[in-house]
């Protein structure tokens, strides 16, 4: 799997940066060991619909462009999807609304994910700095990543152990232990996936920025739902 990426990234122009296509991004990630909500690609909304018979419903619908950085800002996502006839449609007009708001993106096809419950979402990412190297960071995710920019770093690689307190740093951390009817969550799951995340920044330096985001995390384990690699041929 890695091999598909380090050709990619080897083939880019010298200084050259960009989006690095996502069932490449999907591949690295599962190299590392870190768990994703079930998902297939496709090229056609045909396709997308067979692949969602295969996943189960409902599903989620994302467009694939590496032109694209925020696929719902085009209309490059549809929730909750119930039967292949709506991913079929769904897909349909998501290349109009694409063509349209995102004139001139390349559109690859579509990536197909089972709909996770919802949970805790968080994000976990990080960059290669040119003065620390590879820092990793974990923060309360979703939409509002940008809003509370509630986030605690580290230099990767980083242990069990300050993942953990990475989480406690954060002024949302009570939403770990359980709050307003809300089941704790499996705080060791989502470390892992801090501590293999910060790995892969560190043993990529080519990563330019990595956000894993959102991460959902649950009483029993956590899960990445969506990522973005951002690559440079340094």
């Known amino acids: 799997m890695r091999s598909a990426v380090l050709s990619y990234v080897s083939g880019m122009e010298p200084g050259g940066r960009g989006k690095l296509p996502d069932h490449l991004v999907f591949q690295l990630l599962e190299s590392y060991g870190i ?10 909304p045909m396709e997308a619909a067979a692949v969602a018979e295969k996943l189960g419903f409902p599903v989620v619908v994302k467009i694939v462009s590496p032109d694209i950085v925020h696929k719902s800002d085009v209309g490059g996502v549809a929730l909750g999807l119930s039967s292949g006839r709506e991913v079929a449609e769904a897909a349909s ?5 694409v063509s349209e708001k995102a004139r001139g993106a390349r559109i690859q096809g579509f990536l197909v994910q089972k709909m996770m419950p919802k949970g ?3 994000i976990v990412g990080g960059l290669n700095d040119r003065v620390f ?6 923060g309360l995710g979703g939409v509002f990543t940008e809003v509370f920019r509630d986030v605690s770093f580290r230099v990767a690689p ?9 989480m406690g740093e954060l002024k949302a951390s009570r939403v770990f ?7 704790p969550v499996d705080k060791a799951a989502l470390a ?11 043993e990529n330096p080519w990563v330019d920025s990595m956000d894993l985001n959102p991460v959902i995390a649950y009483t029993d384990k956590a899960v990445v ?3 973005r690699i951002i690559a440079v041929k340094r």
């Open 93 to 97: 007009r998501m290349l109009e609304a």
């Open 158 to 166: 980083v242990s069990l152990e300050d993942a953990l307190e990475m």
């Open 133 to 138: 190297g590879g820092v990793v960071m974990l």
């Open 225 to 227: 739902v969506d990522a």
């Open 192 to 202: 892992d996936i801090v501590v293999k995340a910060s790995r892969l920044i560190a």
């Open 35 to 44: 768990p994703l909500a079930p998902y297939g690609f496709a090229s056609t």
């Open 177 to 183: 232990e359980g709050y307003r009817g809300m089941p």
């Open 120 to 122: 805790v979402e968080v």
